[in-house]
């Protein structure tokens, strides 16, 4: 892809590459956050696991040699709140400290089926939301596997004798400590993600900011290029043209009257390039101008007219479209682009059209297509800079003078090539309603 295709992909794009940008940015940290405080949950999972293991085995065993002052001290010391020792069908056998009744043994399956083998025989802790606890609970005998019902074999392959069914051992444990530091991670996972995206909004405002700032910065040092240019051009052109008064007054004295007819014509058009150049430094002076309503396509209409070469209008999605500009500066700016894409062929007809479209945002697209010879790529860059011009006889200055026109009335103008042959020029204004 060409250096000029790539700046036609972007150009226009550029916010929009941006939020994409920082939209991605935000997902991957985001991700980033959950992932490490998914890391920091499981750890403390991990930990809720171990300790409620070893409080079961500090605790469990001395409530089952029925040594209960031992096994309250040392619940005491494992943060213990609770032992039951419960039958197959999740009722209470024997118990000590706070331990309900009955517990929900088809809950604890379903955790099992969906955990690992190993927590058969090395149990399963659990946080409950409703009491704030934690509940370990586990089997302390495997003969039958509670939730099939199958019959499990000893090591030398017999049913054992006589069939029992397991007893459950529960532990509880005060899970207070577990669920703050999980409602911390979550908490703090929760603001960086918020933090990351203020973040990134304040950064898509700066670029904002500075956006704004770099268009004006560059509008300025435009309106100071053309108005060294109008300056220099208002100088170049008035000192010659006053010569040629001072000499067209001493001729009209001199010579029969015959002969002034020639001199009226020289002094007429003296007169022209003196007003043409007193509106060019107007124009750069007061670039808006007096804006009236104006029908565009008759005004392109009204302009084809003016030129030797046929320019067609091809069927447009607006049958009226009014935009609000001065109409000299409307005038200048459209035949100025007329003129140069009649201009732009060496070969013969450019074949110019002119096509005219409503925009999403209210806006109205002129469209000026030629077949011409187009531009250079090292042209680019310097075809909207005042005074530089590429055809043998020309100025360079009305394609900065239209551009200014135009922004001036918040519209754009753009120039690009066209794939298969020529160039076309894209001014942007936007609508008003009559």
Known sequence: MSRTRRVKFIEGKE???????????????????????QLFIDRETTLMQFEAERGFASSTLLLLQEEHSKALEAMGDANVKGIGVYSNNGRLRLGLGS??????????????????????????????????????????????????????????????????????????????????????VRFISGVS???????????????????????????????????????????????????????????????????????????????????????????????VGDPKPIEIRELIESLT????????????????????????RARSIFENLLKNAIESSSEGDPKVTVEITKGKKKQCHIFIHDKGDGIDEASFEKIFDPFYTTKVHGSGIGLSISRQFVRARNGDLKIYNREDKGVTVEVILPLIHT
């Open 99 to 184: 331990v309900p009744n009955i517990i929900p043994l088809d809950k604890f399956n379903v955790m099992w089926r969906n955990g690992s083998d190993t927590q058969y025989i090395n149990g399963m802790a659990s946080y409950n939301k409703e009491t704030g606890m934690i509940e370990y609970v586990r089997y302390s005998r495997f003969t039958i596997e509670m939730e099939t019902g199958d019959l499990m074999l000893d090591e030398e392959g017999y049913l054992p004798s006589p069939l029992t069914f397991p007893d459950v051992l529960y532990v509880l444990f005060d899970g207070q400590e577990y669920y703050n530091k999980v409602m911390n």
């Open 15 to 37: 916010q929009m590459v941006i939020m994409l940008s920082l939209f991605f940015l935000f997902l991957l940290l985001s991700t980033l956050v959950l992932f490490l405080a």
């Open 193 to 287: 993600i918020l933090s990351l995206l203020v973040l990134l909004i304040l950064i898509f405002n700066v670029y904002q900011n500075n956006r704004k700032y770099r268009e004006k910065l560059a509008k300025q040092e435009h309106l100071v290029n053309l108005g060294e240019a109008a300056r220099t051009l208002a100088h170049e052109i008035k000192n010659p043209l006053s010569a040629i008064a001072l000499q067209i007054a001493i001729l009209k004295k001199t010579l029969p009257p015959e002969a002034k007819s020639g001199l009226s014509l020289i002094d007429q058009e003296s007169y022209r390039l003196t007003a043409l150049t007193d509106r060019i430094s107007d124009f750069l002076r007061n670039p």
């Open 305 to 328: 007219k003016r030129f030797d070469t046929p320019i067609e209008i091809v069927s447009t999605s607006l049958e009226k479209a009014y935009i609000s500009i001065d109409p000299y």
